[in-house]
């Protein structure tokens, strides 16, 4: 099973409707993130969290919300989405004692028309 | 402003040569450099990774060089095999222990 799940994988919606991602984890670990890949770009970080009750913007963080619901679960949404939002979306976890190296899900590819 | 940067999109190599990619950054506060593969359809997964206070890490076939005064970092593998055809990406540890990106590069293996 894999330690890092995202639902859906793929996802087509329309501008101006309010979707939601969601990433689970079964690794056990404190720290979360966002991040969106863009083709040519590398990954840039929407959000992140270091625990249940700490919440933290990352670079691009306009137009998205998170939500911690638990320590294995961190969800993304998008308010209302626009067609530059679409784009492959990561989760990511993290160990505190292995600060430098993250798991990712297997991605979710959304777009927005 | 891109602070991490592969400025290679995809490199070429036969099976059993050398494979090497590179990455050069901006930002001399970085204090750690990692390296991530990905396959299609799937997310990043670690390689290897280099602190700031070395020069050189090595993992079986994979060798990640640091030249600090350049701020450039590249990774080695050898021999490369099918199995290494992926997106290579470059990633350094900046504050807050937040990654910054390079943009990948695609490496193809030929047999």
């Known amino acids: 099973d894999a330690d890092v799940t995202q639902t859906p994988r793929n996802r087509i919606t329309k501008t101006g409707k309010r979707i939601m991602l969601e990433c689970s984890q079964t690794?056990?670990?404190?720290?979360m993130y966002w991040y969106r890949q863009d083709p040519g770009l590398g990954l840039r970080l929407i959000y992140y969290?270091?625990?249940?009750?700490?919440?933290n913007k990352g670079e691009i963080s306009d137009g998205y919300s998170v939500s911690r619901q638990a320590q294995a679960k961190f969800s993304l949404s998008l308010e209302s989405a626009i067609p530059n939002q679409t784009a492959l979306y990561f989760c990511a976890t993290s160990d505190p004692g292995q600060r430098e190296t993250q798991y990712f899900g297997p991605g979710t590819r959304l777009l927005v028309l | 402003d891109q602070q991490v940067k592969q400025n290679s999109p995809s490199l070429s190599v036969q099976e059993g040569r050398i494979s090497i990619l590179n990455c050069d950054y901006t930002n001399s506060m970085f204090d750690y450099f990692l390296w991530y593969k990905k396959y299609p359809a799937e997310g990043p997964t670690f390689l290897i990774s280099i602190s700031s206070i070395k020069d050189k890490n090595e993992d079986g076939r994979f060798t990640v060089f640091l030249n600090k005064s350049a701020k450039h970092l590249s990774l080695h593998i050898v021999p490369s095999q099918p199995g290494d055809s992926a997106v290579y990406f470059c990633?350094?540890?900046?504050?807050?222990?937040?990654?910054?990106w390079g943009a990948g590069t695609k490496l193809i293996i030929k047999p």
């Open positions: 690794k056990g670990h404190d720290r």
């Open positions: 990633a350094a540890r900046g504050g807050n222990y937040q990654l910054i």
């Open positions: 969290s270091f625990d249940v009750k700490d919440i």
